[in-house]
């Protein structure tokens, strides 16, 4: 066996990975940027709309406006 000592390093349980939304989340939360989630989610949904602009459910979406 190994009787290398153990380190605090090597104690460390590795960390769930986040993903990009946790990530973002952090990112928002720790430098206090809430006004960026506005723009963010405006952007989102402005993108959803040219994508589906260009399917078969154009006709659908130009009823809504």
Sequence with gaps: MS??????F????????????GEFWGLLMSNKKY??????LLLLVFG???ILSGSSAAPFIYTLF
Excluded: N, Q
């Design 10 to 21: 090597t104690d460390v349980k590795p960390a769930r990975e986040k993903g990009v939304l």
């Design 35 to 40: 006004w960026m989630l506005p723009i963010i």
């Design 3 to 8: 009787d290398k000592p153990k380190t605090k």
């Design 48 to 50: 959803v709309l040219v």
